[in-house]
Each structure stands twice: as structure tokens, then as C-alpha cells.
């Protein structure tokens, strides 16, 4: 049983050479989607790969798509966040979340 708490969202980086993998976990850590995103020209382009129940993988492409896109690298984002029982808004909270710990770590890399 994984009781609600934001502040048990966490957000780890590694580097891959020039490259990024970005792992997002919460309550009850697992990987329910990996995307990876690269920049090609002035597009990005990649996929997401999703485990067939959960339902992260819109967050997790949104995520690695945006990562790309600033640091021009190939990014790969984990993302496996699980709590029992959450309302709509409790859901609301935790992607905000995790988009605020992403947003953070990119803005700290331009500076």
C-alpha cells in the first residue's frame, strides 16, 4: 500500500556521456514508462514505451520531449509513480510535481 505523498516524488539525473537520463519515481517506485526524445535538425523526435495498466506515459513523453528540446541532447525519462486511491486533483498535484522537479533541474542547467 503506497499512501498519498508528494513530497516522496523524486527526480534523479544521469549522465550518459553528453546524453541525460531522467528517472521520476513515487509512492511505490516502478517503471511504468521510459520515453527518450533526441533533437533532429529543428524537430524532436523519439517514442514512449508504456507498461500496458499504467498510465504515465503522456508525462513521461511530455517530459523527455521538453528536456530534448532545451539541452539539444538525447533524453531518457523513467517515470514510475504509483500512490492507492488518488482523487483528480491528487493527480493534478503529482504532475505538477514532477514537471516543477524537471523544470528545476533545466533551469539550473542554464544558468
Known sequence: MSTYDLKSIRLEVFEAGQDKVFLVTGGKAHI????????????????????????EQELCERLARKAALQLKVTVTVIMGIHFDSITRVQIDEIVMTAERLVDEHLNKRSE
Open 32 to 55: 511504468g514508462a521510459v520515453a527518450t526524445f533526441y533533437v533532429d535538425h529543428d524537430r524532436v523526435s523519439g517514442t514512449t514505451v508504456h507498461i500496458p495498466g499504467h498510465k
